[in-house]
Structure formats: structure tokens, C-alpha cells
């Protein structure tokens, strides 16, 4: 019996998540049209990762090898080194919303495909979001924990603001200025504004 709920939960959970997520290959922050119907701390925060990954999603929406590899100049990060660190910012935002320690600076490459960064990144934010949508998650125990070599750093959530979310804004505009400078403009139907795609 125990098994038969456990399995309807769990039936139950993944036709909520597909039925808030799109068809895209299944990633989210396609649409973020909908919105909580209450004005929390919890809330509004899980809003300003919303409109992050939405932004993310849609400027990383069919990026070519070509787009990939453009840099403005010699010294600049190219686009999949910008995502490279958005990866890393997106594992920051996570960590601090459940309170786990940062070990990675968030400025590492990855050897992983372009496709999986961005799912990684995606996922990201979406658990992060996912929890402070939950009724357990109090903004005011959150906290930026960075493990160095000297002893752990400890934030309040003020920093992953004006850190982790706002940077990784910041750097998805550049996705989208070098993409249109590769040839491979973003999408004009994508209203940030609706937060969803214009028929």
C-alpha cells in the first residue's frame, strides 16, 4: 500500500511539473506568465529568479557553434564561457537558498556540452525557485556560505541579489548582444515583459 502512494505522489508531482514547465525538451522557464497570487519575501525573490531564468532560457534558445565561439574581442569571454559562469552563479543561487556551501568560485569552464550546461543552469534556478515556493523556506535563514582557504565568508541574502542574480542578468544580456553580433539574433516574439512568447 505504502509502495501505491508513494508511486500517486510521485505520478501526482510530475504532472504538476510538466504541466508548469514547456514542451521544449522538457527545460523551464519557457513561459513565466503565471504568478503567485500572494506578495512574500519567499515570492518575490523566486520572481527575480524567474525573470532570470527566462532570460536565460530564451537567449540560449538555438545558439550555433558559431554563436558559441564569438567573443567581441581577444580578451572577452566568449558566449559558452559566459554561460560557463552563469552555470556557476546558478549553483551559488541554489546553494544559498538551501543553505549549503559555495566550493566553487562560479568563474570555472566546463568540459560539459553546451546542451547540458543549459540544462544544468535551468535546473538550477528551477530548484532554487521550487523551494522558495515551499511553505519551509524563511528568507531570513538564507544565506552566501564561500568556503575558502582562510575560513567560510558568510553573506545575508542581500548578497545574492545584488550578486549571484543580478551578475547572471548582467551576463545574459551579453549572450544576447553577442548572439545578434554572430548573426543569430534573439527571438523578437519573447516579451520579458509578459514573460512569454508573442503569438
Same mark, same amino acid.
Given at each position: ?7 500517486? !505522489? ?10 508548469? =514547465? ?29 525573470? @532570470? ?31 560557463? %559562469? ?6 551559488? !543561487? ?27 543552469? @535551468? ?29 567560510? =565568508?558568510?553573506?545575508?541574502?542581500? #548578497? @545574492? ?9 548582467? %551576463? ?11 548573426? #543569430? ?13 508573442? =503569438?
Amino acid at each position: 500500500m505504502k509502495f501505491y502512494i508513494a508511486f500517486l !505522489i510521485f505520478v501526482i508531482s510530475q504532472n504538476v511539473y510538466t504541466q508548469n =514547465q514547456p514542451n521544449t525538451n522538457m527545460l523551464p522557464f519557457q513561459d513565466i506568465s503565471d504568478y503567485p497570487d500572494s506578495y512574500t519575501k519567499e515570492n518575490l525573490l523566486a520572481r527575480m529568479i524567474d525573470g @532570470l531564468g527566462f532570460r536565460f532560457f530564451w537567449a540560449t534558445e538555438g545558439l550555433r557553434p558559431e554563436d558559441l565561439s564569438f567573443r567581441p574581442t581577444p580578451e572577452a569571454r566568449n558566449s559558452e564561457e559566459t554561460i560557463d %559562469h552563469i552555470m556557476g552563479l546558478s549553483a551559488m !543561487i541554489l546553494n544559498c537558498i538551501e543553505n549549503k556551501p559555495n566550493v566553487r568560485s562560479g568563474e570555472e569552464t566546463s568540459p560539459l556540452s553546451f546542451t547540458d550546461k543549459r540544462k544544468i543552469t @535551468l535546473d538550477n534556478l528551477w530548484k532554487a525557485r521550487q523551494v522558495l515556493s515551499s511553505s519551509k523556506a524563511k528568507v531570513e535563514d538564507m544565506k552566501i556560505i564561500m568556503v575558502r582557504k582562510e575560513g567560510n =565568508q558568510e553573506m545575508p541574502i542581500w #548578497n @545574492l541579489i545584488n550578486g549571484p542574480i543580478e551578475d547572471g542578468l548582467w %551576463h545574459v544580456g551579453q549572450i544576447v548582444t553577442f548572439r545578434r553580433s554572430s548573426g #543569430n539574433p534573439f527571438n523578437s516574439k519573447v516579451s520579458v515583459l509578459s514573460g512569454k512568447v508573442r =503569438q
